[in-house]
């Protein structure tokens, strides 16, 4: 962990402190001043999102837009969107009709509360989804073994 703060430290100096307990540091490239309490995560985030630097983080922004589809895609074995109305789905389960205008968040909140069985499913599935996703890039790769791989399982 001492070597992932070195990394973060390459892009801030820490400040003064004025009260005890805080803690703040200043980005040496755009001069803004955070507060690091316990962890220095919210470093690594302004790194991450404002000057487009990863240090072992990714954030939801730097996701591509198929990256975040993908992980929305098992919420749709449970729900179909309505007819007639755009941005609803309604449950297979209770037929309750629900928004997602901006994100699918509403629609697995829903399956969480009022059918955990399906939620716990559906997590089951994009973790099976995720795996299967690695799998397909390491046999992509160039190396010998994802070679035999791919030769094997065909």
């Known amino acids: ?10 892009y ?12 703040r540091a200043k980005c040496r490239l755009c001069a803004n001043i955070y507060n690091y309490s ?8 302004h790194l991450a999102r404002k000057h487009s ?7 939801h922004r730097s996701r591509s837009p ?4 993908k992980r929305n ?3 749709w074995s449970f729900f179909s ?6 941005k609803f789905a309604s449950c297979h389960y209770c037929d309750k009709v629900l ?7 509403n629609l697995k909140t829903h399956l969480r509360k009022q059918h955990p069985a399906a939620f716990t499913r559906m997590e089951l599935a994009q973790q099976d989804t995720a795996e299967i996703e690695y799998i397909e890039e390491y046999l992509e790769t160039d190396n010998e073994e994802g070679k035999f791989l791919a030769y094997f399982n065909s």
């Not at 316990?38 to 985030?45: D, Q």
Request: aromatic share 6%; charged share 35%.
């Open 1 to 10: 962990m001492e070597a992932e703060s070195n990394d973060v430290w390459d």
């Open 12 to 23: 801030y100096e820490k400040c003064e402190v004025e009260e005890i307990g805080e803690r």
């Open 38 to 45: 316990a962890t220095i995560h919210n470093l690594k985030i």
């Open 53 to 59: 630097i990863s240090l072992g983080i990714q954030t």
């Open 66 to 69: 198929k990256e975040r589809r």
């Open 73 to 75: 895609t098992e919420v």
């Open 81 to 86: 969107r309505v007819e007639g109305k755009e």
């Open 99 to 105: 928004s997602y205008q901006t994100t699918t968040n």
